[in-house]
């Protein structure tokens, strides 16, 4: 297992779209155990390949307080939601950035696991809130889009400044 570093807002790579996965092979299994690791040394509740610069449909997700709850979707798909709710969110790719975004309640996911198998989960609060800011980024969507470009672009050079 290793570390992956992690692309920070404005980087152009955040707009790439990953690409389904059809191979569940031994480099896949390798991917789900660094994206894990990389995502609780960051403090994270959730990371997608594309953060890591890997254009691949995979993402993990572990909402628990102990680490104890990891889930890794595959080509996930959300094929129902349903309700509103609003949520602070934060991003490891926007580092101390914090901002309210409207999500569904509820959602459906339908995914794969790292052997190829498919399976569904229904999910709400704060899991549904995950699902849906990590399959954002596998489509080149990071949270900041939805806020107003005034606030978009403050965030933009708050980060630009930060690289200096
Ligand atoms: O995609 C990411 O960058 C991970 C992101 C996921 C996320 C957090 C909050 C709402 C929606 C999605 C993070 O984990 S950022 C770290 C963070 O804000 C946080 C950490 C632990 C608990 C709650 C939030
Ligand atoms: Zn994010």
């Known amino acids: 297992m290793a570390l992956r570093t992690v692309l920070v807002f404005p980087d152009s790579r955040l707009r790439n779209i990953a690409k389904r996965i059809s191979h569940f092979d031994d480099e896949l299994s390798t991917l789900a155990a660094d994206m894990a690791e990389t995502m609780y040394a960051?403090?994270?509740?959730?990371?997608?390949?594309?953060?890591i610069n890997e254009q691949k449909r995979i993402i993990t997700v572990d909402v628990s307080e102990d680490q104890s709850a990891l889930m890794t979707f595959v080509n996930p798909e959300i094929i129902n939601s349903s309700g509103k709710q609003i949520c602070q969110e934060g991003c490891l790719s926007v580092p101390e950035i914090y901002a309210e975004v409207t999500r569904a309640e509820k959602i459906t996911v339908e995914a794969q696991n790292i052997k190829g198998e498919k399976f569904t989960l229904?999910?709400?609060?704060?899991?549904?809130?995950?699902?849906?800011h990590e399959i954002d980024h596998l489509d080149g969507?990071?949270?900041?889009?939805?806020?107003?470009?005034?606030?978009?672009?403050?965030?933009?050079?708050?980060?630009?400044?930060?690289?200096?």
């Open 42 to 51: 960051e403090n994270g509740i959730g990371l997608a390949a594309i953060q």
């Open 122 to 132: 229904e999910a709400d609060d704060l899991l549904a809130v995950c699902i849906q």
């Open 141 to 164: 969507k990071v949270f900041v889009d939805y806020l107003s470009p005034a606030k978009r672009q403050r965030i933009q050079k708050k980060m630009l400044k930060r690289k200096t």
